[in-house]
T-cell receptor, first 113, second 111 residues
Framework: NAGVTQTPKFQVLKTGQSMTLQCAQDMNHEYMSWYRQDPGMGLRLIHYSVGAGITDQGEVPNGYNVSRSTTEDFPLRLLSAAPSQTSVYFC????????????FGSGTRLTVV | DAKTTQPPSMDCAEGRAANLPCNHSTISGNEYVYWYRQIHSQGPQYIIHGLKNNETNEMASLIITEDRKSSTLILPHATLRDTAVYYCIVRASGANSKLTFGKGITLSVRP
């Protein structure tokens, strides 16, 4: 049982480049989400999904796209990277409902130069 | 979702109980109290949650006051590995309810 797997662990992009951060879970969780964490700050929600084919925006969605074609995968796309997107990105998943805790991945450290 | 207030930091001695406070005076009847922690550079880890009753698991105990306006996370025998940022979060019930993180409290466990 691998839990939540994020790839890559580290990435350096040039301004304007695009890339996809991968997130996969093997726990059959309906809910998946992406957060970013900037130095000295708490996590901020980017996008989330309550099931395949369903996505919605969080607190800071601008500059990011998501899709959910399967229950297992929830990729985060940066279409045109900007230095302001330098951050640590965490993916989380859970069963639906408020009686369950989230399982987080180990994060992707992204630097945009 | 109701906001929470936590002190920015605290410390405790290894082997002693760590009592982490959290105020959530505007909590609604259908909102749960969650605790997560984040050890340096790692993803947050779920610890425990509760609605009204006190809860205990293998990691910690959660004490919620009768009026539900505050709670305390108790680590009964803190170790150096418990040094982390601890987040107290209030989250509404419902499938679409979101987990909103504040700045948390930094717990430093000293030898």
């Amino acid at each position: 049982n691998a839990g939540v797997t994020q790839t890559p662990k580290f990435q350096v992009l040039k301004t304007g480049q695009s890339m996809t951060l991968q997130c996969a879970q093997d726990m059959n969780h309906e809910y998946m989400s992406w957060y970013r964490q900037d130095p000295g700050m708490g996590l901020r929600l980017i996008h989330y999904s309550v099931g395949a084919g369903i996505t919605d925006q969080g607190e800071v969605p601008n500059g990011y796209n998501v899709s959910r074609s399967t229950t297992e995968d929830f990729p985060l796309r940066l279409l045109s990277a900007a230095p302001s997107q330098t951050s640590v990105y965490f993916c989380a998943s859970s069963l639906l409902g408020s009686d369950y805790g989230y399982t987080f991945g180990s994060g992707t450290r992204l630097t945009v130069v | 979702d109701a906001k929470t207030t936590q002190p920015p930091s605290m410390d405790c001695a290894e082997g002693r109980a760590a009592n982490l406070p959290c105020n959530h005076s505007t909590i609604s009847g259908n909102e749960y109290v969650y605790w997560y922690r984040q050890i340096h550079s790692q993803g947050p880890q779920y610890i425990i949650h509760g609605l009204k009753n006190n809860e205990t698991n293998e990691m910690a105990s959660l004490i919620i006051t009768e009026d539900r306006k505050s709670s305390t996370l108790i680590l009964p025998h803190a170790t150096l590995r418990d040094t982390a940022v601890y987040y107290c979060i209030v989250r509404a019930s419902g499938a679409n309810s979101k987990l909103t993180f504040g700045k948390g409290i930094t717990l430093s466990v000293r030898p």
